[in-house]
């Protein structure tokens, strides 16, 4: 797995220098496809990328790698909870790029003017992590229902635990954790720490765990997906910066960091 994830982001790389290094206009960079030389001159500042939790080993490799394409460029990441960054920005906090984790806090950021439309980039599955020892037996999705055991979800109104709860329902069953965490990687820490027999996370966040977890799938029939969009944000400081960081994203190399991560096409 770590080879296969190596070849990616090489050919991740590879495509971004090839993106820099070639001849291009001096027109923007077009979404799905990596930014050209001339535009990579026009990219400078700080670009401010309010993110999905569960994006934040992707963003952090992709912030990377746009940053070594684009030399006078800076990108702050800033994780959370999509549901409180979306409430964020339409209160008004200074962003240049939402990625959301479900198309519904997008829609309320486009409904407040926040942003005039978005790309799904990714879609993410759920999955359950449990400590290395597995002290509960959990081996099955049925098992976070029997008594004594400890599960921690996302809160409702985040989509880690609506997502978690569609799951539920599809499969007919009740669960009642013990928490309710502000976001997936707080859920998965419950896990990590040994505090919970299990958690409902996405795929990509049990990889990223690493030895820190076992995951335990979830059947295909009864299992639930969320689809990521991104957007440049209406009241973006460096707009420049923002449609350049989307554009990436978008690009070959942005989705091959993103496969690598786990995520599925949208």
Known sequence: MRSTRSALLAAAALAALVGTAGCGSSTPARS??????????????TVTVLAAASLTEAFGTLASQFEAAHPGATVKLSFGASSALAQQ???GAPADVFASAATKNMQQVITAGGASSSSNFVANVM???????NPAHVGQLSD???PGVKVALCQAQVP??????????????KVTPVTEEADVKSTLSKVETGEVDAGVVYVTDVRSAGSKVTGVPIPASVNASTEYPIATLSKAANAAGAQAFVAYVLSPAGRAVLAADGFEKP
């Open 32 to 45: 799905g496809g990596a930014t050209s030389a001339s535009d990579s001159a026009g990219v400078h500042g």
């Open 89 to 91: 920005i339409i209160a």
């Open 127 to 133: 999955e359950i992590a449990v400590p290395p020892k």
């Open 144 to 146: 976070l229902a029997r």
């Open 160 to 173: 880690c635990g609506a997502t978690a709860r569609a799951v539920f329902d599809k499969a007919g069953m």
